[in-house]
């Protein structure tokens, strides 16, 4: 099966990237990017993404686990049911792209479903 970062050629590769795991805001509400700061590559958009509600999830909420599905349920009783299933939506478009072995880009309507979805997600908790 195919990765995230698997034999295709890509502009941007994993080594070009640090990631910290704390976003710069570390602790406090995160705001959503304005829509031209977006990557232009479709796994660094999806990375990106969960890594920022990962953080937000564990820093805020103090949920346990390993990647998005696990820490958003660790702590899904904590967490509007809407919001619950906007980060199922962003799982399922992240894994599709890293996992499935046909698949090696995004749809322009997946792109644009999980910028929307993640700024809907932000909103919402950094006003709860």
């Known amino acids: 099966m ?5 034999s295709h050629d890509y502009s941007h590769s994993a080594n070009n990237y640090r990631f910290t795991g704390q976003p710069s805001g570390y602790g406090r509400a995160v705001a959503p990017p304005a829509q ?5 590559n479709d796994y660094e958009l999806v990375i990106r993404i969960s890594r920022k509600l990962e953080v937000l999830l564990k820093t805020r909420y103090g949920a346990e686990g390993e990647g998005l599905g696990q820490l958003r349920h660790s702590v899904q009783n904590q967490l509007p049911s809407n919001v ?3 980060m199922k939506g962003i799982a399922r478009i992240r894994n599709r792209l890293c996992h499935e072995q046909n698949v090696q880009a995004l749809t322009p309507q997946d792109r644009n479903k999980i910028k929307q979805l993640s700024n809907n997600i932000l909103q919402l908790l950094n006003n709860s």
């Open 36 to 40: 031209n700061q977006y990557p232009s």
């Open 84 to 86: 619950n299933g906007m």
């Open 2 to 6: 195919g990765n995230c970062f698997g």
